[in-house]
């Protein structure tokens, strides 16, 4: 683009010192402009051709031919015309078209007197040269957007395969586990003698756990609906109370859904696998509710550890707080002696 701003300069600066009325140097003078602008946008479109991008060197022709009501122009104006035509029309077309302007840009300084026989070879030097440097830069914005596009293309392809191969590891590794996992408690069900109360209790609860395990595997592995904050809050208190944790659950607010609601299930998850992995907690209150236009999801309970020498930060909240950064939210954590509170706040859906 420097290359036609320079173009555009050296064709207004020769129009605007030739030997004629002010009026007509004006016009010539916008005419340049207008003609340098025109090629400009040919270049850019040559990757989107329409009709317009056809019918467009007529046009640049018109203009360029202003400038020579007023003297001679700069010696290489012709050489947009050449360009646009390089640009819009196929070689067996453009080759002859741009012949016949060189000729006539060279026989337009022949035809002065005295001829100008110097001048009409750096013409034809100035406008072949200016031609395929302009036609060149077309090629190469083309080939920048070829280039993108290409790029946009394998980056989608390696996401989807890369989404393929995962589906397939979870549902080859985890599936298969799991219902390793549900058969092994029914069986064991089934085994154990019919006074067996508590123990009979605990594997129900498990095999529970596995199904529904099992079913979030398969729902991600073969698409759906993700499960909801409401189907969550229930899966969390089942969690929780099947290791013997008291679960305070307050409901003093609808449910979200859309964006908002799958961004807070995701923080309930977590907040929850946090609780029964890496606590002791006797108790943990989940509560919902709504204030300040946000709907506010928090997580409490007493079951802090003490910090090990030389222990690592997860990412799992790292991955929450970016999740409900998306959604227009904000994510906190931070700890009380024995008690931890984890809180996700995101705005309260219209109406």
């Not at 360029?64 to 640009?87: E, F, K």
């Not at 060189?102 to 072949?128: K, M, N, Q, S, Y």
């Not at 003093?252 to 029964?276: H, Q, S």
Request: a neutral charge; proline letters at 7%.
């Amino acid at each position: 683009m420097l290359a036609l701003c320079a173009c555009g300069v050296a064709g207004v600066e020769a129009v605007a010192t030739a030997p004629a009325p002010v009026p007509p140097r004006v016009a010539a003078s916008v005419a340049v402009v207008a003609a340098t602008l025109l090629t400009a946008w040919l270049l850019v479109r040559r990757t989107r051709p329409t009709r317009a991008v056809t019918v467009a060197p007529l046009l640049l022709a018109a203009l360029l031919l202003v400038p020579y009501t007023v003297g001679s122009p700069w010696p290489g104006q012709a050489g947009l015309l050449v360009a646009g035509l390089l640009v819009a029309f196929p070689p067996r077309a453009a080759l002859p078209l741009s012949l016949l302007v060189v000729l006539g840009a060279a026989a337009a300084e022949l035809t002065t007197t005295p001829p100008d026989v110097v001048r009409a070879v750096l013409v034809v030097a100035d406008t072949v040269a200016l031609g395929l440097a302009l036609f060149g830069l077309s090629l190469l914005v083309q080939a920048v957007g070829e280039l993108a596009e290409a790029r946009e293309e394998l980056a989608r392809v390696a996401a989807v395969q890369e989404r393929e191969r995962l589906s397939r590891d979870v549902h080859d590794l985890l599936g298969m586990s799991l219902s390793a996992i549900a058969l092994k408690c029914e069986l064991t069900v089934r085994l154990l003698p019919p006074d067996a109360g508590l123990a009979r209790t605990q594997l129900d609860e498990v095999l529970a756990l596995a199904r529904r395990a099992l079913a979030d595997v398969r729902q991600v592995t073969h698409g759906g609906a993700p499960t909801g904050l409401d189907d969550e809050l229930d899966n969390a208190q089942d969690a929780l109370t099947a290791v013997d944790v008291r679960v305070r659950l307050d409901r003093a607010a609808p449910c979200p859904g859309g964006p908002a609601g799958a961004a807070l299930a995701a923080v309930l998850r977590e907040g929850v696998t946090n609780v029964l992995r890496h606590s002791d907690a006797s108790w943990c209150a989940i509560a919902i509710r709504t204030e300040g236009g946000a709907v506010h999801l928090e997580i409490v309970n007493d079951g802090v550890r003490p910090a090990r020498p030389g222990g690592r930060a997860g990412t799992g909240l790292r991955n929450l707080a970016e999740r409900t950064a998306a959604v227009g939210g904000v994510l906190c954590a931070e700890t009380d002696g024995r008690v931890h509170r984890l809180r996700a706040s995101v705005p309260a859906p219209d109406g």
